[in-house]
């Protein structure tokens, strides 16, 4: 699903370059349940930049669902972020002034599809996180958990190939983020590939595949026994 | 252009961010509404100007004598100069070919005029034909005098509509007998003058009549011209001032008056004093623009200005937007199309409260140099459609700006 090859990028701040990435590989199949380790500066943001096609590497080539992700032009790569790529970030990142339904039906708004069937989707996606009856509430009416569902619903919306989620429970008590834990990990069983970005080692646990970041390489990268969310409740 | 969704997408930004809607709509508002009620009184102090002098024809040269200033030729200063008949056939023999309208005029300053039980004091002006036109008065009911009448030595005459009032009350004064010095005239039309109630309270009869009747021999009391209407303003008061200067020439010849002398006969040209007042109601039209075209502009700075500050304050909506996969364009024309949208909508607001005003406003305004300020409906509907053009123009940038804002510059700037 995803396949890099010796992945390269650098920063430059005036005089200075600042090498982040330096010549990582990786290949995460269909279905897999990923976690991104590595503490701040070891350049995991930056890969899911790249992986999310937010920025470009400087070097090194990358496969998104067999279709190679190189030199794209503004336009081809906001259509292949609706199409392959669904997002969750630690801030939730919902628009304020739109209500929770429809903020899940953005990404088919840009997909053009029309209003009723758009809507009806959304409201869809809006049961299977548990808050349809919350479809009409705009986000700083509900709990961060539930902001988290509703940017998860969001993320799923456009059907993508991929989930790209950057410390989705960054901003949550621990009871919470099991509980979103526990629909990350649902979504999966259902064949989603998931990728998680996160620095707290419980929740890496749940994922199933562990890639340990450092100073831009990767020096661990192993399957592991997951642990499933419900059993700490 | 019409995509119901990206519509419904547009009334919900709308819908949802009020304050920043009505901040962007009241600097178009206000400034539209400005510039309506500039044109407006621009148009205002055009239009009393022009009433102001309206009441006699615009290209009218007027001469009456005066008393010489300067000795000439054995005979001393302060003599009294009278026209004659002759004076003016000459004038006309002369001219013949190069005037309008023509009159002379022979003046009674009060006389007692009766119908039945009613009556009053009035001048009396014996002219021609013509002097209708001189005066720029329009026919109320009958008719004015014509050269049958002169020829005639008819005693006919023609009264002003406030004199009508005066002695006929709502009664047609056509066809009626009126006493002036004690000598019955038939009154054959009733006038109306832009020069307002004193202009309308006097009688015209034949200068034939009138110099008879009155004892008046051969003498006038002045004469009136105009000349022919010309494409170019300037032409025609060139025309204006060379003629002048010809009949001028003529008359202090034949009145043996010094070439130097300017109390003896004077000339007034209304020409030379329009050309003073155009250039005036210009230069206050260009002034009224020019702080019109200025409010414009300062209120399309204003659009670009708040647009900027709206794709400052949605960097992040952006942002999140374009990680779901919006494509620059539809950033752009989400921006643009709420600017449009508002910018238009404010616009023909402040057009139509601007109309409102000058409507209900207008009409009370009882100031010489102000009358009936309006503006006009195509001029007002351009300015807007330049606004939202401009506007439009202004705005591209910022939402060209917001277009390129780089999704995880935007998200990450917490």
């Known amino acids: ?233 | 252009m019409f995509d119901l969704d990206r519509w419904e997408e547009i009334f919900e930004t709308i819908r949802k961010n009020k304050l920043r809607t009505f901040l962007t709509g009241l600097s178009v508002l206000s400034g539209i509404f400005i510039l309506v009620v500039l044109l407006g009184i621009g148009e205002g102090i055009q239009n009393g100007i022009e009433h102001q002098f309206q009441n006699d024809a615009e290209n009218r040269i007027s001469i009456w004598p005066g008393r010489t200033s300067v000795d000439y030729k054995g005979l001393n200063k302060d003599r009294r100069i009278q026209f004659k008949n002759k004076d003016y056939d000459l004038v006309v023999r002369k001219f013949e070919d190069n005037l309008e309208y023509k009159s002379s005029l022979y003046r009674v300053w009060r006389s007692m005029i009766t119908y039945k039980s009613e009556s009053g004091n009035y001048r009396i002006e014996s002219v021609y034909p013509d002097y209708q036109f001189l005066e720029n008065q329009t026919m109320v009911e009958g008719r004015y005098l014509n050269p049958t009448d002169l020829n005639n030595y008819s005693k006919v005459a023609v009264i002003g509509e406030k004199m009508k009032k005066e002695l006929f009350g709502k009664a047609t004064a056509t066809g009626e007998y009126i006493m002036i010095n004690g000598i019955n005239f038939k009154v054959i039309g009733v006038y109306s003058d832009p020069g307002g109630d004193r202009a309308e309270s006097r009688v015209a009869i034949p200068i034939t009549t009138g110099q008879r009747v009155f004892n008046g021999g051969d003498q006038i009391r002045s004469m009136s011209f105009t000349l022919p209407t010309m494409e170019n303003f300037d032409q025609a008061l060139a025309a204006s001032e060379g003629f002048i200067t010809d009949i001028e020439r003529q008359l202090k010849q034949t009145h043996t008056v010094a070439p130097n002398d300017n109390s003896a006969i004077s000339i007034n040209n209304t020409l030379k004093e329009a050309k003073r007042i155009y250039f005036m109601i210009s230069s206050i039209k260009i002034f009224f623009w020019f702080v019109g075209i200025a409010t414009l502009l300062a209120g399309v700075v204003g659009v670009g200005n708040v647009m900027l500050i709206i794709v400052k304050e949605r960097t992040k909506e952006i942002g999140i937007r374009k990680a779901l996969g919006a494509k620059p364009n539809s950033i752009i024309w989400m921006i643009l199309h709420e600017a449009i949208f508002i910018t238009a909508i404010a616009g023909f607001l402040g057009l139509f409260l601007g109309m409102v005003l000058l409507d209900a406003v207008g009409p009370m305004i009882k100031s010489d140099f102000l009358r009936n300020p309006a503006v006009n409906f195509q001029v007002a509907v351009a300015t807007v459609v330049i606004l939202v053009i401009a506007g439009t123009i202004a705005g591209f940038f910022p939402a060209r700006r917001a277009a390129r804002i780089k999704p995880i510059d935007a998200l990450t700037d917490e």
């Open chain 1, 1 to 233: 699903m995803i396949k890099i090859e010796n992945l390269h990028k650098s920063y430059k701040t005036g005089a200075t370059s600042l090498h982040v990435l330096k010549g990582l590989n990786l290949n995460i199949e269909d279905g897999e349940l990923v976690s991104i380790m590595g503490s701040s500066g070891s350049g995991k943001s930056t890969l899911l930049n790249i992986l999310g096609i937010l920025d470009e590497a400087d070097e090194g080539s990358y496969l998104l669902d067999g279709v190679p992700i190189k030199n794209l032009s503004e336009k081809k790569a906001a259509v292949y972020r609706n199409k392959f790529l669904g997002f969750i970030f630690q801030s939730f990142n919902l628009i304020g002034y739109k209500t929770a339904l429809d903020n899940v039906a953005l990404p088919l708004y840009y997909q053009g599809m029309k209003r009723q069937p758009r809507l009806e989707k959304a409201m869809d996606y809006l049961e299977k996180v548990g808050l349809a009856d919350w479809a009409t509430h705009l986000p700083n009416q509900l709990s961060g958990g539930q902001k988290q569902r509703i940017a998860i619903a969001r993320a799923l919306a456009s059907d993508p190939k991929v989930l790209l989620a950057d410390e989705p429970t960054g901003a949550l008590d621990s009871k919470t983020s099991r509980e979103i834990m526990n629909l990350i990990q649902e979504i999966n069983d259902e064949g989603k590939t998931i990728l998680i970005v996160t620095h707290e080692e419980d929740i890496a646990e749940m994922t199933k595949r562990i890639v340990n970041l450092k100073d831009g390489v990767i020096i661990d990268d192993k399957v592991i026994e997951q642990k499933r969310a419900l059993d700490y409740v």
